[in-house]
């Protein structure tokens, strides 16, 4: 007998603007960078070639800023604040490619809720989000605005 899953993230309700949530850190690696290559199809030189990038405006190989994109909304999953409670990733907002990321920087992703929107149609709402993606050196490499569409409270449910 199958149990529906437990909620561990936060439900709609609980959201308010100002909340701030920061993830933990990963380090981008070249097996990161060769893995995201053969699944996207990227292998453009600046990424893959060594001695091309070397001469390149960054002087070295640098990761895939979709790459990045990609393992800061892991990140942010990680950190458990929608666990069982999203239902969509819905925007993507005026995404931003600010600075590199460089083969062994480690990335966190800083989130602060921008603004609440029920939609009880939906049984939730929409939260948007600000949304940072910073390295080691304290330098936001991207950022942009995310929103997603999250569960409201089961009727009955107490809050915890």
Do not use: C
């Amino acid at each position: 007998m199958s149990h529906p899953p437990t909620a561990r993230g936060l439900y709609f309700e609980e959201f308010a603007p100002g909340r701030t949530i920061v993830s933990g850190g990963r380090t981008i690696t070249e097996a990161d960078v060769a893995g995201f290559a053969g699944l996207s199809g990227d292998y453009n030189q600046i990424h893959m070639d060594a001695e091309f990038a070397a001469s390149g405006p960054f002087g070295t190989r640098v990761a895939h800023g979709m790459l990045g994109f990609s393992i800061a909304s892991g990140l942010a999953v990680q950190t458990g604040f929608v666990e069982g409670t999203v239902l969509a990733f819905r925007e993507i907002q005026a995404w931003k490619f600010s600075q590199p990321i460089l083969f062994g920087d480690t990335i966190h992703v800083r989130l602060e809720v921008l603004e609440v929107k029920a939609l009880p149609r939906l049984s939730g709402g929409a939260v948007t989000l600000a949304v940072e993606v910073v390295n080691q050196r304290a330098v936001t490499v991207q950022h942009g605005r995310w929103v997603m569409l999250v569960q409201s409270r089961p009727a009955g449910e107490a809050a915890a």
